[in-house]
């Protein structure tokens, strides 16, 4: 299916960014949004020919700007020949139609754009269901009686993807109708994934799973642990789909390594849910490899603060986690010990050059020892009891020691506490054998 702004005829797409800082933004933080939406926009494909930022005390109901920002943005689209205005903050149906007609251009919201470049980057089969979802779910309240032009809902720059153009009235019915459909195949695509989290806690290895802000350089520490082979590029959201390595540890152990899309401030709660599923990896892991970009100190803050909120919508919020802030190549002496006064406990890597890489490694293990420091006796005679362990836990050693089986399990503490009544020390004679 397709999706966007028509077809484009005559390559990047000019365009004018415009934001609006209100009374809970500081300036900093208003200026980053709206360099951030440059990046976004380029991503997507546009050339951005300039930028207006307006401070207010509300959006304005009628055209968020004041009448006289409408003015100057309509002068400032005119005189750079762009023909499509993005908007920082969501719009309604409304804002959007009074706007293209004051401003003499097609306009959309950030997180139409966001849905179009994630339609752009998706490329396996779930990855572009679970788009298709999102961009359906941002559709369906902006139907109107008489249908919506679904090029209207953004995104577009340059691309074909998504919901769009085959069919300029889509009603609500057709919509669900397709929204339940592609509901049925991310359940189906769940299932197989379920399946492989099952072999995989059979096999006792330890998850461990990589987040962060887009553009943290997530694929390239993967790469660098793994040889993943993952693209990389020096863009926002250049790889959605979830991939899963082993990792070898410092200490000798395997684990399972994933690395997941990207997160960003006011990222669109549509593709929160339809990413849902994806994002399990994250709410299952035993350890998150929090990679944070080093450079722009001052904005580091705000995008650790906007990946724990994604993790909290996720329930993973208390999930250990180790801080790797990545590029310190790029870092000068004295930001390099700023940042080591401001996060003490961060571990200092640059996934490109390799530094600090094994000093992670070393890391990872510490955090992962608490998952291989349970011996359970069980009655041989329980095999309930043994089949929940090895769904709990992670098994790395089962010995036979007269009627009890003997297990030498990593678990999770909320999980241990099932077991308590099997705690035991290990015999002498298998202890030894189990020993590192």
């Known amino acids: 299916m397709d999706a966007g702004l028509g077809p484009d005829t005559r390559g990047a797409e000019a365009a004018v960014i415009i934001g609006v800082q209100l009374p ?12 951030e939406l440059e990046a976004l926009a380029e991503t997507a494909g546009a050339q951005v020919q300039g930028s207006i930022l307006q401070k207010r005390t509300s959006y304005n109901p009628s055209t968020v700007l004041g009448s006289g920002k409408v003015k100057e943005a309509g002068t400032l689209v005119k005189a750079t020949d762009s ?81 769009g153009e085959t ?10 109708k397709r929204m339940r459909k592609l509901e049925a195949d991310l359940t189906q695509m769940e299932s197989v994934r379920t399946t492989q989290r099952k072999q995989r806690i059979r096999a006792g290895l330890p998850s461990v799973s990589l987040v962060g802000y887009t553009n943290s350089g997530k694929s390239t520490l993967l790469n660098r642990f793994t040889g993943a082979g993952v693209l990389v590029e020096d863009q926002l959201f250049s790889t959605l789909d979830s991939t899963t390595r082993r990792l070898v540890l410092a200490d000798g152990r395997t684990a399972v390594l994933s690395d997941t899309v990207g997160f960003i401030r006011k ?9 849902r599923s994806t994002l399990e990896v994250v709410r ?100 309930d009891i043994i089949a929940s362990v090895y769904r709990d836990g992670f098994v790395s050693h089962t010995e036979v020691s007269g009627d009890r089986i003997v297990m030498r399990v990593g678990m999770p503490a909320e999980k241990a506490d099932r077991y308590s009544g099997y705690i035991s020390e290990a015999p002498p004679e298998i202890a030894s054998n189990w020993q590192d």
């Open 24 to 35: 809970d933004e500081s300036d900093e933080e208003a200026m980053e949004s709206l360099a």
């Open 83 to 163: 023909d499509l205005v993005i908007f920082d903050n969501d719009l309604t149906v409304s804002q959007q139609d009074r706007l293209s007609s004051a401003l003499g251009a097609r306009v959309i919201d950030r997180k139409a754009l966001i849905l179009d470049i994630f339609a752009q980057h998706a490329h396996t089969r779930e990855g572009r269901t679970q788009v298709e979802l999102a961009q359906y779910s941002y559709l369906l309240p902006r139907i109107r009686g008489r249908g919506v032009e679904l090029s209207r809902m953004g995104g577009g720059i340059g691309t074909r993807r998504g919901p």
């Open 167 to 176: 069919k300029l009235e889509v009603d609500r019915r057709r919509i669900r």
């Open 267 to 275: 990222l669109p709660h549509e593709l929160v849910a339809a990413f």
């Open 284 to 383: 299952e892991a035993d350890l998150l490899i929090h990679v944070v970009e080093a450079r722009g100190e001052e904005f580091i803050g705000e995008r650790m603060q906007a990946v724990d909120e994604v993790l909290s919508d996720l329930g993973a919020s208390d999930t250990p986690r180790v801080i790797a802030l990545n590029k310190v190549d790029t870092l000068e002496p004295q930001q390099r010990l700023f940042l080591r006064r401001r996060y003490p406990s961060a571990r200092f890597i640059s996934a490109r050059t390799g530094e600090g890489i094994d000093e992670l490694l070393a890391g990872i293990a510490d955090n992962l020892t608490s998952l291989f420091n349970l011996t359970l006796s069980i009655p041989a005679g329980r095999g």
